[in-house]
């Protein structure tokens, strides 16, 4: 079986756990307090040319996303999402459990948000009988693989700025965002442009992980209280520095997240060729082909991937994802086990 | 100044004010122990023909919304909602500050919501990594002045007992629903189709108050706990229970909501027959004409109102609303005004 | 029946209702954004001495307490709170149902809190593992009668503000805490040494409202949003304005205060010479009598009253309060049933 | 430095990082439901006699325990639970961030809580202006090293299910209690007497993860929705199930147990034989002496520790923990290391 599920099915890099393993039997200090991360948090604050940042480790995305918006927002203040925003769905309601609307908006099919999406919220929630907008959230990659350009962030970044708005993105696939083939933001622009956002570890090479960066001074306050509240604190906290400085430091971090980029624009291309229409066109590890509906039993017996929507009575978009785990091998079987579907 | 801003811009009608005003002196038990809330209660189950039924008095709409859903829902259930639903919009989110995601869902321009657009909801949240949509909001009449029927009240009755959800009927305007020209439903069909509902008093002659009709007996348990928590038990209770019997005894809720109704009714046909278009058809007391833009100012000078959203570049739908304190003379005087505007 | 059980249980003051009535059939602007709320907030912003104050007209007092508690403190801030505090007991977990822990401290049987309690909370509460006190909740007259004297809340004043703590002063029972025999405290004191307070109008002459006064700017930001999502703001909202007026612009509202002080202290005072022991010796409007067990069958005969504790295996703690409608006669009349039980 | 600050300064035991190093590589289908965590749930579904359990592999102990009392509670109901509890003060507020008031009781030193306590809270709650008790909290063995007699937990749960509350086992270091010296309690003893429990890995081998096993089926529904909710599933869950197959399947678990109550039990013998007096007799990986405060900075010298509490003036209350890393020579040192402070 190939396997095109998700980029978090297998465990971690092999050098993760090598780096898990050389500190196993080490005695730590607890909770996040160790010299692991803060070497780790030194080593982000670096790459993302950010001093002041607060770095903290979380365990996971919906962790991370639900906690930095319970701690950043008031209780009457709301957050602007794409309606194909993760938090808008499937994270079973997390941030509204936290007491926060989610105001979602319509996007084009690459999940992108616009500045006039944003303001059109912004002028209508000025009526005091609405909550406030407050934080904005995007995602890069987006849910449907799109990535912003520095210029777009950049709008958004003076959108939100001139309108009393937090800028938040997720992260969980940031590594594959900034290894896609056009792309032109840095760490760096991306810690001056947004006030808080995550480097993901957990779909990149981590066993699990997010680095939350905290850019913003006035927003670091108290956060692990609230960390510590929502579940986040992980007893050995130091799991998470030492993973992060093993991706980190040499550069493993970028080098899996193009390996999985690479695999799915092979992919990609490779099923163009073969006639198969994209749902969007991705630039990075997540595709969306759309299939005869008769493709998917026999995809069921090749490979695993998940089933995104209808496209139309007859056929079906599915979304087949690549990871640092993806070799040329299982992107070639692939290519030739749809061929023989036609 | 006619007065078509809302329908809550007076204080009580008079037989409310002299039973309050009755009342006032004696010394009566709190927290809505007393005999007046009791003699309302009895009242009201007997006009649904719901011996069963739990009645509590609620304040205000907003409160009786998020308090009944933070007491029927568990922490991972939704709410499905017409994207015009009051919950969703102009209650600064009650709902979600209570913990729980609201759906909404396009409509039609009455607000109505259909079974069809439930189900899809009911299907996309198979997913377990997204909320158990639990109950499905409704208002009748709705936000645009709809009002539902009864074949469409059964349809969604049923829609909602085939796949466990409640069914939650928001009555703010439940008088005037209830008198419009059309209507077919009775207190006794909402009472046995929906699982809780509620008679709404401060925009149909009372000066504050909603009687919240639970009739599924399962949704009774810890209500008056929950209603303390939420703020929502008034201290002398008793004014509540005193301005519903005022209101119910002898008919006078529904003939304040025909005075209501027939005044909008009447607006709307006359406005029409000046050539004023209408963005939704409205069979009860809120009528939403489509004016030239050059009409607000003049507007502003003889009628209070409200702007509702921009109909074209040169239009704007404004919104009238009648109450039981709008007279012929008024509605005369206003299509007078108008008239004088073309 | 002698009237004891509590001081709201009847209506309104009979001057309140005239003021009610003379405004009833008037068209007003909804949500308290009229003038009878401007005039009645003018009123207590002089009264106060704090023209900076923001004055928000709330329906009860458990609803003024957990909205102001809520839209002061970060999700993980929480209150010190005198044990006997209504928060901590008789509003059904409000201040937690909104996210937040009540630490609570114990008293003396005045229910008074001390700086050094509070100080103790919050040097254990440099540990960032628990909860970050941030609002001190007091309320003036206490649960069981206390009153605050001047240098008392002066020192409480001090020690909230070097420690970056909110002092909150719960005023359901404020007329009769100034009203006390010895008290030396004024609204302008109480106005400049919290942050917040209001000013009880439920439990002394109003038929329902208590008039929060946010005194510090850094925390009214937002305020009607979140008193809207707590279903706080009521439709007509001037209701409340008129009644504050009424009952503060010729010092009616000190009046019915002081009346229902000396009535209680007349009470108390006949009772300790009939040689009933106080659990408390209380400077209000709630007095604490100690009376035999077979007393109590007697007492349920001649009045309403509560029962608060047992003193002892023959003993019980019962609780007394007048009002404004309490009379001498009503007065003597319990003191010769009491006497007559002996 | 010998190491006694606490139980979880390790990573994992060396079994444990094996079979997480066996799996690494392997695709497996995410956020637990794999194999792994199969099997791991029916060996503890077996261990238990339980069949009927659900078994929820969770990350850590704060949120295993604020998480099921999301999931169990309904809003009005609150948690006893003692003082001492680790929610009610470690957790940082979760528990009430959840939205849930914690009625704490005061105890013995050992942190027992006992049915006459829980007893007096239910009796006190039966007014409905205050929260209604639901779920009994009791941690086994306590923050203070107290464990449970099966006859204790018998008669808890015998009041529990009289009164109508649930009753939940926070078994953080569950080895440990199952493995002091004179427990007579088992694994089905507290699957049969509990509603819900937690087989603690973070401090007894586990990387991280703790293992909930609700018992009531009741309490099953919507379990994972919630989860989900507060950000507990973990994308690859089965380093979860793996770690507990590794634990449970020879017995390491309880064998790691002992190694850390034996050598806490050889370290008490030996304090007290150099005179030493403790706070309470603990029975279990934790140990309370009581030193005089010069102690304290050579303490600091020679090991990790925590200072627990003031004894008195010229005396301070430590904390010793050990864990299955602990070895007898780390004992005898610290005793020698001790004999030569006095």
Redesign the interface.
Known sequence: ?Y?F??D?????H?KV?EA??A?????????GADRYCKEAADLIRAMCQAPQADVQFM?????AN??AI??FL?????VIAPASGHIN??????V???????ISVPTAANGKLTPAAILSVVEECK??????PRLVYISNATETGGVYFKGELEALSQCCRRNGLLLFLDGARLGCALSAPHNDLTLPDIASLTDAFYIGG??NGA??GEALVITDPTLQE?F???K?????????GW?LGVQFTALLKDGLYFKLARQAVDMAQYLQGGLKNLGLPMMVDSPTNQIFPIVPNDFLPKLDEVC?YETWCKADESHTVVRFVTSF?TTLSDADGMLKAIKAMS
Chains 1, 2, 3, 4 share one sequence.
Not at 96 to 102: C, D, L, P, V, W
């Open positions: 079986m396997q599920r998700n978090y099915s297998v465990g971690c092999p756990l898990l393993t500190v196993n039997a080490e005695s730590v200090i607890g909770y365990i996971g995305g919906t962790q639900f906690t319970a701690a008031r209780p009457w203040e709301s769905g499937h994270e079973a309601g997390a509204e459990a936290a007491g926060h609307k989610i009526d005091e009988h609405l909550t406030k957990t779909k066993m699990m108290g692990f209280r609230i510590k509240q929502r579940g986040a604190v992980l007893a050995k799991l695993t785990a």
